[in-house]
């Protein structure tokens, strides 16, 4: 067992916790974490320099992230919010699109939008995203960069390969927390590349102040019927290891447009 992964029994003893002496983290007055794992992995991020949040679709990683990201924004914990996503596209060719190069990336890079539109509403997300406090930007902007007084969310980061795992985590500056989330079962990456979120589950076990936190289908807290088609797809995969899952494409436009621009 990963030696920083929080066990079944811990979670286990903290359910039993909660049940006799509180309810789950308000993280602000409109988001309360539903579960036992999204509970604790709020408060891993409060406790820990990076925190990695892994599960599948639907499980709150994302929305956890940028709902404690915004707490520790308005308790002047942070000066800014750095939100970013590898340049791996799930079944779209976005290089190909027309328009600039943020017109490419807003579709994109959407669900980062959607997370703060569902925290604080339209018309203060707007605000805050015309500010500069929040940049939200591809993997491939990181780069050289050292993030200080920040809060830095990786997300889908299944789709990181090794090299630029190892750079995202060493661009955390004094002051600044990073949280890293992602799906295993959801890579876009070619077949013959591994994965920076697995490697780094194994490289990064013991090192202090990194913890990880894992979700499963128990926590998936969209439509009901969300969680029905996931227990499908493990169902039919389980019967069916024979057939390949569809995983990453020999090009990667987007990717070329960013390395362009660079």
Do not use: W
């Not at 030696?3 to 029994?9: K, L």
């Not at 993280?27 to 794992?37: A, E, G």
């Not at 799906?183 to 920076?196: F, Y």
Request: charge should be positive; aromatic fraction near 4%; proline fraction near 5%.
């Amino acid at each position: 067992m990963v030696a920083n992964t929080v066990s079944r029994n811990q979670r286990l003893q903290e359910q039993e916790r909660l049940r006799h002496n509180g309810s789950f983290m308000q993280i602000n007055p409109k988001i309360r974490c539903k579960s036992v794992n999204q509970h604790l992995f709020a408060q891993g991020i409060l406790a820990n320099d990076i925190t990695f949040g892994v599960g599948p679709a639907g499980s709150g990683k994302t929305l956890v992230a940028v709902a404690m990201a915004l707490k520790l924004l308005a308790e002047h914990k942070v000066e800014r919010l750095v939100l970013t996503r590898p340049a791996v596209e799930a079944g779209e060719n976005l290089g190909f699109l027309p328009g600039t190069l943020q017109e490419k990336l807003d579709p994109y890079l959407r669900p980062l939008f959607d997370a703060i539109i569902d925290i604080l509403g339209p018309m203060q997300a707007e605000k805050l995203l015309t500010s500069k406090v929040v940049e939200i930007a591809p993997l491939a902007f990181m780069r050289g960069r050292t993030l200080s007084n920040a809060f830095v969310i990786l997300d889908e980061a299944q789709n990181t390969s090794v090299a630029q795992m190892k750079m995202m985590v060493t661009r955390l500056g004094l002051g600044s927390k990073m949280v890293i989330t992602g799906d295993k079962t959801q890579s876009d990456l070619p077949r013959n590349q591994a994965s920076g979120l697995d490697h780094a589950m194994r490289v990064l076990d013991n090192v202090p102040n990194v913890r990880f936190y894992s979700m499963d289908k128990g926590d998936v807290v969209r439509h009901s019927t969300v969680s029905a088609i996931i227990d499908a797809y493990d169902e039919y995969e389980m019967l069916h290891p024979e057939v390949p899952r569809e995983r990453g494409r020999k090009e990667n436009p987007l990717q070329t447009i960013l390395t362009e621009v660079k």
